[in-house]
Every structure is written in C-alpha cells, then in structure tokens.
C-alpha cells in the first residue's frame, strides 16, 4: 500500500486506496477552494502537476499565461466536483482538486468564424495557497 502524501491545502487525509473514482471523490456541497483565492494564486504562479497536465496545455497552443486567463473567466455555476488527484512522479503525491467545465467563444482564423469551445479544468492550491497545482487542462 502507498502512503500518499497530500500536497494542496485542503486539510483533510486522502482516501487509503485511490484506485477507483469512487474512492477519489471528495464529497461536498461545493468546491473546496474560494475561487476568489484560486483566481489570485494563478496570476501568481500556476505549476502543471501531471505530466499530461503539461502536454494538453502544450497540444492547445497555451502557455501559463493563457491557462491563467481561462480561470480568470470561471464562475461558481462552472463548478462540477471535488476529487483526489494523483501528480506526475512516484504517484504518492496527492492533491484535492476542484473540477470546472467552462466555454469559450474562440475565433477560427482559418474559416473566420466563432466557435464554442469547452474547457475542463482541475486543480488545487499548494499548502502554502500561493501556487495553484493544475492537474488537467483540456478541451471536451
């Protein structure tokens, strides 16, 4: 069995087995994290936690700075659920996540048209509150 080690600033232990989404659901009536506080800690310093975390971002043409502007534009009704995530490395790193689905209107240069594009994001923030773990950042 692996001792996990929870790296987010949410205070409560993670589950003993992780194996299955069940296990890694937080159950709440809400997100964990004030979005107030994760909107400010991402203009601060946002650290793609997962490695897929990192290749999505790079796949989308993002960089930190893009990743930032999406969670400038969450709001609570964007809010989906709460889970333990696993980070990238030795996977005994833990971090509870807030779950977000939001959409974007984007410009498609090549047919010069708006499009809708929908973005699933999940993250948490370090123990500290000032560096906010991004562990998915995607489109649908």
């Given amino acids: 069995m692996v001792d996990f ?50 290749e999505d971002i790079q796949r989308l043409g993002f960089d930190l700075g893009d990743v930032c502007d999406l969670i400038q534009k969450l709001s609570k009704s964007d809010y989906r659920k709460s889970m333990w995530c696993t980070t990238s490395g030795n996977g005994a790193n833990v971090v509870a996540c807030d779950d977000y689905r939001i959409e974007i209107r984007h410009l498609n240069a090549s047919e010069f048209k708006l499009e809708m594009v929908e973005y699933y994001l999940k993250f948490g923030l370090g123990k500290k509150g000032n560096l906010l773990l991004m562990v998915s950042c995607h489109p649908a």
């Fill in 5 to 54: 080690n929870n790296i987010s600033a949410y205070d409560s232990p993670p589950p003993d087995d992780m194996s299955s989404n069940k296990d890694r659901a937080i159950r709440r009536l809400g997100p964990i994290y004030d979005l107030d506080e994760i909107k400010l800690a991402a203009k601060q310093r946002i650290f793609p936690a997962t490695r897929k975390c990192s």
